[in-house]
């Protein structure tokens, strides 16, 4: 006699439930799309120049990700795994100053990298590169979030230790 799978398919989610509840509570659901907005913030971030000559770059997995988490503030009550979870700003202009430390960042992983936003009040940059790779950048240095959107806001929300970058 076969072994029948004890779950429903029709309530997994896309993230853990700690994840999934309090990205629904800053007011994401599956399937939220604002192209418009998505493309107003890569306009904004493709005309501004910094003093010293320093543009961001855009592309498909920037959009993408702010299409569908931009705008969103994030929090959750759940304690960290590892460390503390991180409240989430998930807006690009708040990187629109950092061109040259995005651009810094992406020479030194071999690829291109865009803002996503902030942790808590601005103590950290997040961004994404090219692949859809999510880093923090803080004060102590650059941290690899994950893969993917999702497996950055897991880490971020549930207080996984994200990895540091190293040269060498």
């Not at 040259?100 to 960042?105: I, S, V």
């Amino acid at each position: 006699m076969a072994a029948s799978a004890s779950y429903d398919r029709s309530s997994a989610t896309r993230f853990p439930v700690t994840v999934d509840s309090a990205l629904r509570a800053a007011g994401w659901a599956p399937g939220r799309w604002d192209i418009k907005q998505a493309e107003y913030w890569a306009d904004a971030l493709r005309d501004h120049t910094t003093p010293a000559g320093h543009r961001h770059t855009v592309f498909p997995a920037a959009v993408e990700a702010w299409a569908e988490f931009g705008g969103l503030r994030v929090s959750t009550p759940a304690p960290g795994r590892q460390i503390a979870p991180a409240a989430l700003t998930l807006d690009p202009l708040t990187g629109l100053h950092l061109a040259r430390t995005f651009a810094d960042l992406g020479r030194a992983l071999g690829t291109t990298v865009a803002p996503l936003g902030v942790e808590g009040d601005g103590h950290a940059h997040l961004a994404l590169d090219a692949e859809g790779r999510v880093y923090s950048i803080d004060h102590t240095g650059d941290w690899y979030l994950g893969a993917g959107i999702d497996e950055a806001l897991t880490t971020l929300l549930t207080g996984l230790q994200p990895t540091r970058l190293t040269t060498g």
